[in-house]
């Protein structure tokens, strides 16, 4: 089977929002309070050659605060997992290897876990996730919570109203899928929703400075990993159905 790597090509949602300025506003909707881009420290993971490891966006706020946003467009019930393994990543890069073996408490940003969701399935307009619901019966010492935020339009989250730029990602990508939808092909639909968004003032400032090609390349890889789930999905199904009937179901 045909594998996709991510070292070519990013995602449109990493490529909006691993920039300062974007960060500022979302930072702002989500915590309420105010931080300059220049108090923002991107730290997002790159796919190097030595590892794969890659997020979508975390940043470090003055130094007290480090975020970390993942975008799904499916339900993960596995994203803390995840978003532990980057985070300690993340605390691995930032502190000195020598630290932690001294006696003197190292001091650490605190992190927050956000997950945005704009998948097909009908969701909550928020819920959570939490680590230590993939321990069964069994008592944990330990805790990592997500907040899952529905950023389709139809969910009404409010953050939509609060954040330009998240509006306008979650605008983009329904009306793509309208398109997509009514009949039209992908290849067609990308420009459309582009200029929809710069007529609706949408990130024109974004959607003017990039190449057409280099934004249907962005979501053509994030549609074709949409599509492998969902026939990933479908064959799971299947292959229950098929089980079923095996054993007489």
């Known amino acids: 089977m045909r594998q996709t790597k991510r070292t070519y090509k990013d995602s449109l949602f990493r490529d909006i929002?691993?920039?300062?300025?974007?960060?500022?506003?979302?930072?702002?909707?989500?915590?309420?309070?105010?931080?300059?881009?220049?108090?923002?420290?991107?730290?997002?993971?790159?796919?190097?050659f030595f590892?794969?490891?890659?997020?979508?966006?975390?940043?470090?706020?003055?130094?007290?605060?480090?975020?970390?946003?993942?975008?799904q467009s499916t339900v993960n019930a596995n994203m803390p997992l995840r978003l532990l393994w980057y985070v300690a990543e993340l605390y691995r890069q930032y502190v000195d290897p020598k630290a932690p073996y001294r006696s003197k408490r190292i001091a650490l940003p605190a992190p927050t876990f956000y997950v945005f969701y704009n998948g097909w399935v009908e969701m909550p307009q928020e819920w959570q996730l939490r680590l230590s619901d993939s321990f069964g019966d069994a008592a944990g010492a330990m805790e990592l919570i997500v907040n899952v935020l529905n950023i389709n339009a139809e969910a009404e989250h409010p953050i939509l109203a609060r954040c330009v730029p998240l509006r306008a990602y979650s605008a983009f990508v329904a009306k793509v899928r309208d398109c997509v939808h009514s009949g039209t092909a992908l290849a067609r639909a990308v420009p459309e929703a582009i200029r929809y968004c710069i007529a609706h003032n949408y990130l024109p400032e974004y959607f003017t400075n990039k190449l057409e090609k280099e934004v249907f390349d962005m979501v053509n890889f994030e549609w074709d990993e949409e599509l492998a789930r969902q026939v990933r999905a479908e064959e799971a199904w299947e292959d229950g159905m098929e089980s079923g009937r095996q054993h007489g179901m």
Do not use: W
């Not at 300025?21 to 796919?47: D, F, V, W």
């Not at 966006?57 to 946003?69: A, W, Y």
């Open 17 to 48: 929002f691993n920039n300062e300025k974007r960060l500022s506003e979302i930072y702002a909707s989500l915590a309420g309070s105010i931080a300059e881009p220049s108090e923002i420290r991107i730290t997002t993971m790159n796919e190097t």
């Open 51 to 71: 590892s794969s490891e890659k997020n979508d966006v975390s940043f470090l706020v003055q130094d007290r605060h480090i975020v970390l946003l993942e975008h």
